[in-house]
């Protein structure tokens, strides 16, 4: 595997899985695949998941890994082509990626959606240029458009707690005080899509998604109706996608907060969440603190995620 950006980039879902689960069961089986191999991890953003677990998973590997938190130290990077760089910015990503790449044999990159420009976010400049320059391996620590190491946990997640053969899996949206990336429901979605679920999206109308990544999921506009039977609830804020609203924060109605009564609703389902969470605003302290909460493990499944892509990406070095 030469990039990591989109649920098909794992192939058969069903055997990434499974080879997730062996990893689990037997972490350190693999420990001398990375010997002498560096993995780079860089960061545009702020992580405390993903920076642990994918350094966590290296270093099951045997991996050496070092970090670059970009804006704490590094030179500040322009990003655009054709800029005069007369700015504040004495760097451009056009030489410091090769640069970052001579000193790895894989990278992860965390660069979040700008919300600036939607096609640049949707193209994914920051990411492909990381692919199309660095002549590493690269992989997707959450960029503009997706956030697979995430999702592939999900996923995970649900087939270790999973009670039902074919679960009911939704996805809603939850109210929050900033304009958050599509990231993770895209990614999500992108994954149930694959997997085998009933696949449900509720959010108020004006945050459909990208079709692209809804695929063939139901959309449903009353978060209650969509809550009855459902098996696993995944809460997520995320910002508008269509147009002329890309990026903007159009409903901050508190009625869709997830809490004990709407859960009642459910078929007893797990809580999900990817973490960080704003507490009484996405879910209420009793939810998120119920027996059914499954965040903790959720994000434990994150280094299993991130060691079975690392371990795949050494495999084709
Ligand atoms: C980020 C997001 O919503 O994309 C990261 C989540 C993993 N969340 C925040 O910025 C709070
Ligand atoms: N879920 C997740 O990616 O968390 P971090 O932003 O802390 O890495």
């Given amino acids: 595997m030469r990039t990591y950006q989109r649920a098909a980039d794992l192939g058969d879902i069903k055997k990434a899985v499974k080879e997730a689960l062996e990893v689990k069961a037997n972490p350190y089986k693999w420990d001398t695949m990375g010997k002498n191999k560096t993995l780079l991890m860089v960061f545009f953003n702020s992580s405390l998941r993903t920076r642990l677990s994918t350094q966590k998973a290296g270093m099951n590997l045997g991996m050496n890994t070092i970090v670059l938190d970009v804006n704490a130290g590094a030179w500040k990077l322009e990003t655009e082509r ?91 949206w939850a109210p929050h005080p900033r304009a958050l990336p599509q990231a993770v429901p895209n990614s999500f979605a992108d994954f149930m899509n694959v997997a085998d679920v009933d696949f449900v999206i509720t959010h108020p109308k004006g945050y459909e998604l990208a079709p692209e990544f809804v695929g063939n999921a139901r959309v449903e506009y009353d978060q209650r109706k969509a809550f009855e039977g459902a098996n696993f609830i995944y809460a997520k804020n995320w910002s508008a996608y269509a147009d002329p609203n890309y990026g903007k924060i159009l409903c901050e109605d508190r009625s869709w907060t997830v809490d004990t ?57």
């Fill in 261 to 317: 009564e709407k859960m009642s609703l459910t078929d007893n389902a797990f809580f999900m969440h990817c973490l960080p969470v704003r507490r009484n605003m996405i879910v209420t302290d009793d939810v998120i603190e119920s027996p059914r909460s499954i965040v903790i493990p959720e994000a434990a499944n994150r280094v299993v995620s991130a060691q079975t892509v690392i371990k795949r990406m050494l495999e084709s070095l």
């Fill in 82 to 172: 054709g800029v005069i760089m007369d700015g504040d910015k004495p760097e451009h990503l056009l030489e410091a990626i090769p640069v970052m790449g001579s000193y790895c044999d894989l990278i992860g990159v965390r660069s979040f959606a700008r919300f600036e420009n939607k096609q640049f976010d949707y193209e994914e400049v920051i990411l492909n240029q990381f692919i199309k320059y660095s002549g590493k391996p690269v992989f997707s620590m959450e960029s503009a458009t997706c956030h697979p190491l995430q999702a592939f946990a999900d996923l995970i997640t649900i087939e270790e707690f999973k009670e039902q053969e074919r679960p009911k899996v939704v996805l809603t």
